[in-house]
């Protein structure tokens, strides 16, 4: 199992050099500026107990977990997250391919410790807030170190390196791709959630308390039965100009392609069925539609000379998200007294 390590380099003074010697797979530390501060040397010298100079000591407090014979070290396979390049607040991902080696560049003259490398996000660094980032990994760069392990983080960077194999990066790096990605990850468990609790018909009265929260207490009735006459509720509300509209509504908790004309019969009934019904309705859970059916639809519509609208699983399901808590205060106030 391959290790996880964040490292920070001097992506101030030297980002240009660093950044293109990572792409030709050396990532460079600094503290690496004279031929003794090799890290294989001063472990040599410390394995003998002998001292070592002030120069020494700088590289290694700071790199020793670059030399694969040190304890608690970085191994060939493991992955780092390379701080600010080539951008700021940014990673470049790198998998360790062999060991540690020491040769100081001409210019400029530091830098000298080596881990070969291959560049795994290639030209696309992953900003700290984009979407596909957990808040842990944001959080871990408040270390101040030049090296540290994130071991407990591995899931996250397996994570992103995923999304890195995708058409599109991991995400943007705004707050809102963040929400946005956090709300999709909502109507996936909400969906699960749902089929859990509710089955079939069960599913009418959740959205017959949403439909009362969306059109107000005493606006909605639930006419859905063996009575229904081709509506499961039925909407009433006012304009803003003071037009009386009525919805009839159907709900249908499938979980395939809506095909099925069925529905739209049974809101052609509820229009022949109720009076002055104004617009017709199908909740459904279903993802999508097929074009046959909205070609019924729109037939339907056309025959009525009203509209007829489908709200699909997404919406429905922001829509029950969005007012759940409502609906759940709703549910926990006590009746009144008689």
Sequence with gaps: MPRYWVMRVDHRGAKDFLWNELKA???RQGWGYREDQNLETIAA???KDAGITDEQQAAWRGNRRMLGAEPDSIQKGDVILVAHLPNDRHWSIVRVVGPYRFQI??????????LPVELLSEERPVGFQA?????GLRQTMRNLSRLWNIDHLGEHVEQILKGLQEPTSPGGNDEGDRLEALLGELEVAGWERFK??????EFEAPCVRLLETLYGEGNVEHTGGKNENGADAICTYRDPLGVPHRVAVQIKMWSWDT????????????CQSYEGITSGVILS???RVTPDFEAA??????????PVRVVLRRELLRLFIQHLPKLVSIEAEPEPDR
């Design 25 to 27: 797979g050396r990532l």
């Design 45 to 47: 010298r410390k394995r």
């Design 105 to 114: 560049p001409k210019a400029p003259k530091d830098y000298g410790h080596i």
């Design 131 to 135: 979407r596909g980032v957990a808040a």
């Design 196 to 201: 859990f609790h509710f089955q079939r018909a």
């Design 259 to 270: 095909d099925w004309t069925r529905p739209l019969q049974q809101i052609k009934k509820a």
């Design 285 to 287: 859970t279903s993802e």
């Design 297 to 306: 639809r729109m037939k339907l519509q056309k025959e009525l000379g009203l």
